[in-house]
């Protein structure tokens, strides 16, 4: 069975740019979730998705956004890229989120902003 | 605001030592408290624990939840190199938030 799969794996944009990163979960999976993290802050929830529906967000500004297909692929967008932005964001799928909290990670991908 | 604390911030030891990593947390509504192992990669599944005193094992790994006292553990005894990694704790509240820490670093000499 294909793990959680996560594109781009690096990434590098300017300030004020704006960014989209995909992750397709295993299959059968139907929830995803998004973190951050950084040396600083170390992982962050930003958000979880569950059949099409955001189902809770971190604490992160109106900036960052996603969404969840059909099919369980989730995007995340970041809006007016900052300096802080960049981090490691990491993917994690679950079967669903009331029955099995095992979050099975994607290898992240690397934005850096310059 | 709710918070999760993970301790020593980073640990030496040879192989076959056993070692005791802490998290204490402060978190209104706790679901669940999870820990992971992280490589240089993404972070790796090791438990869920919900319940007070029943220790959860996995080969030399082990870990116990104190909802009272608001903390867990994670054992591992007879280290291995293979086990350098940072560990993460986390907790869940029922809102499906999660609170993680920053992290232990252990590092096992040969």
């Known amino acids: 069975k294909a793990g959680v799969t996560q594109t781009p794996r690096y990434l590098i944009k300017t300030r004020g740019q704006q960014v989209t990163l995909s992750c397709s979960p295993i299959?059968?999976?139907?929830?995803v979730s998004w973190y951050q993290q950084t040396p600083g802050q170390g992982l962050q929830f930003l958000f979880e998705y569950f059949s099409e529906t955001q189902r809770n967000k971190g604490n992160f500004p109106g900036r960052f956004s996603g969404r969840q297909f059909s099919n369980s692929r989730s995007e995340m967008n970041v809006s007016t890229l900052e300096l802080g932005d960049s981090a490691l964001y990491l993917c994690?799928?679950?079967?669903?989120?009331?029955?099995?909290?095992?979050?099975?990670f994607g290898p992240g991908t690397r934005l850096t902003v310059t | 605001e709710d918070k999760v604390v993970q301790s020593p911030l980073s640990l030496v030891v040879h192989e076959g030592d056993t070692v005791t990593l802490n998290c204490s947390y402060e978190v209104t509504n706790f679901r669940s408290l999870l820990w992971y192992k992280q490589e240089k990669k993404a972070p790796t599944f090791l438990f869920m624990l919900t319940s007070s005193g029943i220790e959860k094992k996995s080969g030399r790994l082990s870990s116990i939840l104190d909802k009272k006292e608001l903390f867990s553990i994670l054992n591992i005894t007879a280290t291995q190199t293979g086990d350098s990694a940072v560990y993460l704790c986390?907790?869940?509240?029922?809102?499906?938030?999660?609170?993680f820490g920053t992290g232990t670093s252990l590092t096992v000499i040969p």
């Open positions: 299959s059968g999976h139907r929830s």
């Open positions: 994690a799928s679950s079967l669903a989120p009331a029955e099995s909290y095992e979050q099975y």
């Open positions: 986390a907790v869940q509240d029922t809102g499906n938030q999660f609170y």
